[in-house]
């Protein structure tokens, strides 16, 4: 179990150096992953089984406590991203399939790697667990139509059918993992050391298989929509800051929401694509995946170092006149 612990941690602590490796040797040689293809959904399904056997009941209190922050990242977390996919789109001139891709990677919800990285980065955990709680419980209803309104004048969007997939392969695998974890919390805890690695895998082999069916197009349009998929991500860490500043949030929930805000569920994204629009549509997600994981760290260590600003300060400096009513 030591071993396997040990192992979990290497693999989570390097996912990006083997996502990487995985998409080059896919890019390359197609037919060592196309076998993963079909069973993306199931795999998507069993990352999100290992969210849910994180969560608790109780979890679900930090949304109701702190309704402001979780509705200020929700709505920027459902603004920002899909409006700058729709901008980026329609500025690069994408074919249809993948614009249809890079919007529904824009209308995801949030992906469970940015609360590593909003722990990296020093910042507000809980307000990065409770966003990407809201946003994925939200996201049955908000991804469909939001892809619906910005993505329909390229592809036919199936609205109930998106719906009923959301609900298939990230909610009720959520759900089961809740339940599990509420009924058998002590043993499902001895099992939770090991949640990084089996994600990690079906992450990575997640990407493997789009990259393996996409190959050829990806050769065709890679450098392009590489560009696009930098462009969307870093914009949205730059929005989601700029956006908490201005509301006068302390720097640990900027960081929070900057980080929530930039980083998408990719692999919904990515199932998504395939099961409605086309191997094709996939492409952004499978790329979105490799870079908001190098990313993420970059920005991670960037923010860790972030100098407190003025409402922290000010925040520290009443809290100490205080517990120091005498002192002038």
């Avoid at 800051?241 to 960081?255: E, I, Y």
């Amino acid at each position: 179990m030591k071993f396997l612990e040990k192992l979990s941690r290497f693999i989570s602590t390097y996912m990006a150096v083997f996502v990487i490796l995985v998409a080059a040797i896919a890019l390359f040689l197609p037919w060592t992953f196309k076998w993963v293809a079909p069973h993306i959904a199931l795999m998507l399904g069993i990352v999100m089984f290992g969210m849910g056997m994180t969560l608790r009941v109780q979890d679900f209190k930090m949304v109701l406590q702190r309704p402001k922050d979780v509705a200020v990242g929700a709505i920027a977390q459902f603004t920002i991203m899909p409006g700058l996919a729709w901008i980026l789109a329609t500025a690069f001139d994408l074919p249809a399939d993948l614009a249809a891709g890079v919007i529904l990677v824009g209308t995801c919800p949030g992906g469970t790697s940015s609360n590593v990285m909003t722990y990296l980065a020093r910042g507000d955990v809980a307000l990065s667990v409770s966003m990407t709680m809201t946003t994925t419980i939200l996201a049955p209803i908000v991804t469909p139509l939001l892809t619906w309104w910005l993505a329909g004048a390229w592809v036919d969007i199936p609205l109930s059918a998106m719906m009923v997939s959301i609900v298939q392969v990230v909610i009720v695998p959520i759900a089961a993992g809740l339940l599990l974890n509420s009924f058998f919390g002590a043993q499902v805890q001895k099992a939770v050391k090991l949640l990084p690695l089996v994600s990690v895998i079906a992450i990575v082999l997640i990407v493997g298989g789009v990259v393996s069916v996409s190959s050829a197009r990806i050769m065709e349009t890679g450098l392009l929509i590489m560009a696009v998929v930098m462009c969307h991500n870093l914009f949205g860490y730059a929005l989601g800051f700029v956006l908490a500043q201005s509301l006068g949030m302390n720097m640990a929930k900027t960081k929070a929401i900057s980080i929530e805000v930039g980083m998408q569920n990719s692999g919904l994204a990515t199932s998504l694509a395939l099961l409605h629009f086309g191997a094709a549509a996939a492409i952004p997600g499978a790329i979105f995946s490799v870079w908001h994981n190098i990313s993420g760290s970059i920005a991670a260590n960037i923010l860790s170092h972030r100098m407190r600003n003025k409402h922290d300060l000010a925040a520290e400096n009443e809290a100490e006149a205080q517990a120091n009513p005498g002192v002038r």
